[in-house]
């Protein structure tokens, strides 16, 4: 059974500060997803990495994957309130077309 | 926005009724999904398909069945509800794998 997981699972941060939330996976995938999710709404898709090494950044959030390690981070930088919102990393079976969650990180930006 | 939507947003059932969620795309993708989401769970795959007529079950397909007659259209299921399937369902459709799914806005469903 696939597993993802995510830590931390609640995050409180100050304005200005950076902080990186982990996603690590149990099976072998070079696909790995970022979502976002505003309370009460649906997800919206952030990064998609495609490869060991991929890092893609948009704003003050930066995605990175090492497949070898089973591992993706989102590196939040400067810290802002319009980013209080829930996390979700996804992957994808190597079988093709499954996407599995993480349980999610809840992220609370405080002025 | 993609063109997916969801129908109901909002239902309230009693246990033991028959209950069937609507996921309706104008994007003509190949696969579509169904999710469940709970707290402290995240989003957990209930079935899929990878085309017309040909699904599969995901990590918690059990109580649920699915149908696709249509590329357009993915019903979800559930013969006999239970207030364990109370939860809020995602419908998201995909047409490879360099591309994220994309969500449906969700159908909240209330299991008494």
């Known amino acids: 059974e696939l597993k993802v997981e995510q830590n931390p699972l609640f995050l409180s941060m100050q304005e200005g500060k950076n902080y990186t939330i982990y996603c690590n996976y149990s099976t072998t995938s070079d696909r790995l997803y970022w979502y976002r999710q505003d309370p009460g709404k649906s997800l919206e898709s952030l990064f998609v990495l495609l490869s060991n090494g991929a890092v893609k950044q948009e704003g003050r959030l930066m995605a990175s994957l090492d497949t070898k390690a089973r591992l993706s981070t989102l590196h939040i930088t400067a810290a802002v309130h319009d980013l209080s919102a829930t996390y979700f990393c996804?992957?994808?079976?190597?079988?093709?077309?499954?996407?599995?969650f993480g349980t999610g990180t809840s992220l609370t930006v405080i002025p | 926005d993609a063109g997916i939507t969801q129908s109901p947003r909002h239902k309230v059932t009693e246990t033991g009724t028959p209950v069937t969620l609507r996921c309706h795309q104008t994007?003509?993708?190949?696969?579509m999904y169904w999710y469940r989401q709970d707290p402290g769970h995240g989003l957990r795959l209930i079935h899929y398909s990878y085309g017309v007529k040909d699904t599969d079950k995901g990590e918690v397909s059990d109580g649920y069945s699915v149908s696709r007659s249509k590329t357009e259209d993915f019903l979800l299921t559930l013969e006999s509800a239970t207030s364990s399937q109370t939860s809020v369902y995602f419908c998201?459709?995909?047409?490879?794998?360099?591309?994220?799914?994309?969500f449906g806005p969700g159908t909240r469903l209330t299991v008494l």
């Open positions: 996804a992957v994808d079976t190597n079988t093709g077309n499954q996407f599995y």
């Open positions: 994007e003509n993708h190949r696969y």
């Open positions: 998201a459709i995909s047409e490879s794998l360099v591309r994220s799914p994309v």
